[in-house]
């Protein structure tokens, strides 16, 4: 696939291989991997951070690929089972409240060293703890681009092939609010220690808060967002041992408006090899009325590749 080269988010440097304004996406995906970790550190450094976080949010846009997929169960919980069908119907999908993941290490990629954070008086109380919801002030939805004939995936995510999958085009106009909102996950083996960070930032909110107390102002304002762009870097590293999921995720603030869903219009449903007849015809009234193709993933006796075949019912 070939796409126009923009020297302005550029994040590579043009190679002499490369010919009218054109480049590979998929081989740099390959080898420029995602590194908020780097990220951070140019933050942290920078005296213009909204200028270097627009320009790493560019970056991140070179690694979303045009179709995502995303995986669902279906359980003994009937009601579970209609909320999620009736979201799909509805071209919606939840997200999740970050305090509820599967990981303990979710948005926890991180840590800091309080005893140091306590040298100043305001947090000396607190023995220097920053509360944790600051960094669980958000709701996500993960989704993979692994596709839909991932045997994980199926078995971890849908029941063990007893529930769905959906693919989302992101190249679609109506799912323009899902793309933007989507970043790709970092994996690495080990959490990054901010507490450099985090004693910059209190030190430069506490000279200001006092300053401006002493300009008589009695709303403190802060115009300097480094700790949020931060945090929404930090809330897209993973350990490496989830890297099999090769996950994205859509990112949302609690309080955003249209919470916990946000419009996302499917472009193709895929019925597990052990769905239901039951939720499979219930797939096939939502298919039909979205007017998107639904297929229903069987096994095959006679077949070299380790996959699933995808036969369409409608």
């Not at 081989?27 to 790493?56: G, P």
């Not at 769905?164 to 679609?172: A, E, G, I, R, W």
């Not at 809330?235 to 249209?258: D, H, L, P």
């Not at 298919?287 to 069987?298: G, I, M, T």
Request: charged share 25%.
């Amino acid at each position: 696939m070939l796409i126009k080269f923009d020297t302005t988010i550029s994040p590579t440097d043009r190679g002499d291989e490369m010919t009218n304004n054109e480049f590979d996406i998929e081989q740099y995906r390959m080898e420029h991997q995602m590194d908020y970790i780097k990220a951070i550190d140019l933050l942290n450094i920078s005296s213009n951070k909204d200028e270097v976080f627009h320009w790493i949010y560019q970056i991140t846009r070179w690694h979303i690929p045009d179709v995502l997929y995303k995986y669902f169960s279906f359980t003994d919980d009937e009601n579970l089972n209609n909320l999620k069908l009736n979201t799909l119907s509805e071209k919606k999908i939840f997200l999740a409240d970050s305090k509820d993941f599967n990981d303990p290490f979710d948005n926890k990629a991180f840590y800091y060293r309080n005893e140091d954070l306590s040298q100043f008086e305001e947090l000396g109380p607190f023995d220097g703890q920053i509360g944790d919801e600051i960094m669980f002030s958000s709701r996500a939805a993960s989704f993979t681009k692994t596709g839909f004939n991932s045997m994980p995936m199926w078995a971890h995510y849908a029941n063990n092939h007893r529930g769905f999958c959906v693919s989302y085009n992101l190249q679609d106009s109506g799912n323009i609010e899902l793309a933007g909102s989507t970043l790709p996950i970092q994996y690495t083996d080990q959490r990054i220690d901010i507490t450099n960070i985090l004693v910059n930032y209190v030190d430069l909110v506490l000279k200001e808060k006092r300053k401006q107390i002493s300009e008589g102002r009695k709303k403190i304002i802060l115009n300097d967002l480094t700790l949020v762009y931060i945090i929404v870097f930090l809330q897209n590293i993973k350990q490496t041992s989830w890297q099999y999921e090769q996950e994205f995720r859509c990112v949302a603030g609690r309080t955003s408006i249209g919470m916990p869903f946000m419009k996302a219009i499917p472009s193709a449903i895929f019925a597990g090899e052990k769905c239901s007849p039951f939720y499979i015809e219930r797939l096939c009234g939502i298919a039909r009325d979205l007017n998107v193709p639904l297929y229903k993933l069987e096994f095959q006796k006679i077949n070299m590749l380790f996959q699933l075949e995808p036969i369409r019912i409608l």
